[in-house]
């Protein structure tokens, strides 16, 4: 009831839109956010503000941590190198404008900085994804194949890896967002979320369009089901190798040395799955937004904690850096 009364009350042509026949040519878009109400806005933005510096930190650390130690300049370092800075720029695409719409009365976003904002989540989101396919690969070759990991997981293949991941996210996020912003929009130009992500946007698309169908199995193939089964493989040879291992102690430490990763996927592809794999009867934008919450900030905020605190190689990293930093013994 909420949506159908500011649908209703933005049917009033002005600058952000100007009618022609039955499609609606958008100037901008105004973002409903994450709640709809006012009085919880201050607080709910020193939150998130205190989070996105936290996330900021906590990557830049293991960004510098693995790059300042050569201890740490192994494969599996260099993709945690990669997903810091991806989770660093993922964020950076969405938590701005939506700490900006805080505290702002208007909050609204351009059309064309709609469109760049949906290119750059989907980019680094679609590179994230990847890139933990990626990282699943890595963990298979080093506990299948430990006599040969640094021969097949040599300096040009990690490169070109981790090349695959973005040139993926890039041509992804290209072709959803042409296709999304090819299509005229009809009635509203309300979005109800805190950004402009791909389900609220095509939504508002004329209902005559093809569009949204194409768009629900574009995503869920390119961006979630690929990488996963990706992951899925990898993790059906690892548990299988994992088996046959005599020892206990042998089994233990290769479970640890997968267990970072299976949290940050568990993390990551937990609500996404659910966020745009559930069929459209289950939809409750309260949730949905939610969920992109989730998938959005969670793992990048405790990726640092689960890639380096319980890392025992990247904790001495630290402490020698502070050590050297100040100058004694700690």
Known sequence: MYDNKIR????????????????????????????????????????????????????????????????????????????????ICYTSVTIPKMLANLLLEKKTISFSGCAIQMYFFLFFGTAVCYLLAVISY??????????????????????LLVSGCWV?????????????????FCGSNIINHFFCDVPPLVKLLCPDSHVNEVMKVLMNILVIIIPFTLILASYICIVTAILS????????????????????????????VFRYLRPNSGYTSGLDK?????????????????????????????????????????
Request: charged fraction near 15%; aromatic fraction near 10%; hydrophobic fraction near 45%.
């Open 290 to 330: 939610l969920l992109s919450l989730l998938y959005t900030v969670a793992p990048a905020l405790l990726n640092p904690v689960i890639y380096s605190l319980r890392n025992q190689r990247v904790k001495a990293a630290l402490r020698k850096s502070i050590q050297r930093t100040l100058g004694v013994h700690v």
């Open 245 to 272: 291992i005599p020892s206990l102690d042998g089994k233990r430490k290769a479970i640890h040395t997968c267990s970072s990763h299976l949290v940050s996927v568990s993390l990551f592809y937990g609500s996404a």
């Open 138 to 159: 890595d963990r298979y070759v080093a506990i299948c194949n430990p006599l040969h990991y640094p021969v097949l997981m040599s300096r040009r293949l990690c490169l």
């Open 8 to 87: 209703q009350s933005n049917k009033v042509e002005g600058p952000e839109e100007m009618t022609g026949g039955n499609d609606t040519i958008i100037m901008e878009f105004t973002l409903l956010g994450l709640f709809h109400y006012p009085e919880l806005q201050p607080l709910l933005f020193l939150a998130f503000l205190t989070i996105y510096i936290l996330i900021l930190m906590g990557n830049a650390l293991v960004i510098l941590v693995t790059v300042y130690d050569p201890v740490l300049h192994t494969p599996m370092y260099f993709f945690l190198r990669n997903l810091a800075f991806l989770e």
């Open 168 to 184: 993926t996210g890039m041509s992804v996020s290209l072709g959803q967002t042409a296709l999304i912003f090819s299509v005229p």
